[in-house]
């Protein structure tokens, strides 16, 4: 997570999906594919704040590919999956890479916020168009077999 010099917050992590079949001869086969993933804002703190290694996450948000020019002089190219929303799918308790979800959790709390309120991945933001105020509402829990993938 870094601050770019217009003042914004970016954060940049990787996301690995898993592919498992069964081959003609009825062989396990697995393949791990890796993606790069930008979040920008308010997105960007809390996906630096919550997410560790291993932690299992919905990314939602659109492809960019951008390009730059080496020291080299060849061209680059990277392809990014530019967050718009974020689910975190670990369920309290479970255990990942830096502890269970309640320390990392806790442990990220900041400052003036009470550990005894939702979890960020359980609120939901909604701007009331009437009176331009911000209602913050807790979101019904999804489970993973409920995705449609």
Known sequence: ???IP???TVTSFGVA???TWKDQD???QEKVEFHNVVAWRNLAEICGQYL????KVFIE????TRSWEAEDGSKKYRTEIVADNMIMLDRKGDAVEGGTYENRAAGGL???EMADEPAAEDMVEEKDAAKGKKVVAKEKEV?????PF
């Open 17 to 19: 999906t898993n592919s």
């Open 52 to 55: 560790k290694r291993g932690s």
């Open 26 to 28: 009825g062989n396990k």
């Open 110 to 112: 900041k400052s003036g």
């Open 143 to 147: 489970a993973v077999d409920d995705l």
């Open 1 to 3: 997570m870094k601050q």
């Open 6 to 8: 217009s003042g914004a």
């Open 61 to 64: 948000g659109k492809l960019q």
